[in-house]
T-cell receptor
Framework: NAGVTQTPKFRVLKTGQSMTLLCAQDMNHEYMYWYRQDPGMGLRLIHYSVGEGTTAKGEVPDGYNVSRLKKQNFLLGLESAAPSQTSVYFC???????????FGPGTRLTVL | AQSVTQPDIHITVSEGASLELRCNYSYGATPYLFWYVQSPGQGLQLLLKYFSGDTLVQGIKGFEAEFKRSQSSFNLRKPSVHWSDAAEYFCAVVGDNDYKLSFGAGTTVTVRA
């Protein structure tokens, strides 16, 4: 089992460009999450999903959109990237909401 | 709202010495508590978790943590650190029937020879 995988690992964007980050899990987990990690702030939840076809906002959702068309995939989109979105993005999944979350390796995004 | 405080931003410890990382949480109901470790450039790996039962929890890599409800704490300990323990450590809390895992800001551990 690969667990949770993320693509790409690194990306550099110019302000205003768009991109999609892909998260995939092979553990048949219902819940999936997108976090961003910034120095001194821990991880902050962007969006999450409690099952296929569902999405919901976390604590820092502005500027991001998500989709969960398939149970195993959770996509994070940036429609018009801003320098404030420079961060490391982590995807995670869990069997249920209060269960252990398993994290992907992260995507380092730089917006110039 | 739930929250997690890790009072120590950075700790330096000698190899072979003991390590204790502090974690205080705020949560109105029964908390589920986690410690994760992040090596440089890597994702987060679960060290241990507390859901219920014995308040002293054993984890991987020789780590343990003790849940103290009266102090709202979940401190992480290791009797003898190895150079490979140099990493950033995150404490996190979620409630029963909840989804939102709240993280502390993290503690960076440096191990000196």
């Amino acid at each position: 089992n690969a667990g949770v995988t993320q693509t790409p690992k690194f990306r550099v964007l110019k302000t205003g460009q768009s991109m999609t980050l892909l998260c995939a899990q092979d553990m048949n987990h219902e819940y999936m999450y997108w976090y961003r990690q910034d120095p001194g702030m821990g991880l902050r939840l962007i969006h999450y999903s409690v099952g296929e076809g569902t999405t919901a906002k976390g604590e820092v959702p502005d500027g991001y959109n998500v989709s969960r068309l398939k149970k195993q995939n959770f996509l994070l989109g940036l429609e018009s990237a801003a320098p404030s979105q420079t961060s490391v993005y982590f995807c995670a999944s869990s069997r249920q909401g209060s269960d252990t979350q398993y994290f992907g390796p992260g995507t380092r995004l730089t917006v110039l | 709202a739930q929250s997690v405080t890790q009072p120590d931003i950075h700790i330096t410890v000698s190899e072979g010495a003991s390590l204790e990382l502090r974690c205080n949480y705020s949560y109105g109901a029964t908390p589920y508590l986690f410690w994760y470790v992040q090596s440089p450039g890597q994702g987060l790996q679960l060290l241990l978790k507390y859901f219920s039962g014995d308040t002293l929890v054993q984890g991987i890599k020789g780590f343990e943590a003790e849940f103290k409800r009266s102090q709202s704490s979940f401190n992480l300990r290791k009797p003898s650190v190895h150079w490979s323990d140099a990493a950033e450590y995150f404490c996190a809390v979620v409630g029963d029937n909840d989804y939102k895992l709240s993280f502390g800001a993290g503690t960076t551990v440096t191990v000196r020879a």
